[in-house]
């Protein structure tokens, strides 16, 4: 299991919490102890539900996604930074809503169900 996070930009999947399209995904190795030690857990940016997230990560990605509108491969240089911080971030502050949850919300989207 590599300890590198896993930054997934403008996904193909929407917020799993309003259905807006998000700004990047990001999966990262986690050592909760509550339960899922050796677990990766997925995060997304939300432009809707996050607008008002707490954590200046966060805001960070969504702040660079709206001078960015448009990522390219030369200018996913200028977003290691941003991201690799919001990646820091969701390790130690893992999301509410499960890894295991995403996914099979993604799977129902991409079943139609949603
Ligand atoms: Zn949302």
């Known amino acids: 299991m590599t300890n ?3 930054v997934e930009l403008a996904p193909r999947h929407p917020c799993v919490r309003c259905g807006t399209p998000i ?5 990262v190795p986690i050592s909760d102890t509550e339960h899922s ?3 990766r857990i997925t995060a997304t940016v939300c432009p809707t539900c996050d607008r008002h997230h707490p954590a200046p990560e966060v805001q960070g990605v969504i702040a660079y996604f709206t001078l960015n509108e448009r990522i390219t491969g030369d200018e996913i240089e200028g977003a290691g930074q941003v991201l690799s911080d ?12 499960t890894s295991t949850d995403l996914d099979d919300e993604i799977e129902a989207w991409e079943r139609g169900e949603m």
């Open 23 to 27: 700004l990047a995904a990001v999966t």
């Open 86 to 97: 919001w990646a820091q971030y969701v390790t130690t502050h893992p999301p509410t809503y």
């Open 4 to 6: 590198e996070p896993d």
């Open 37 to 39: 030690a050796g677990r």
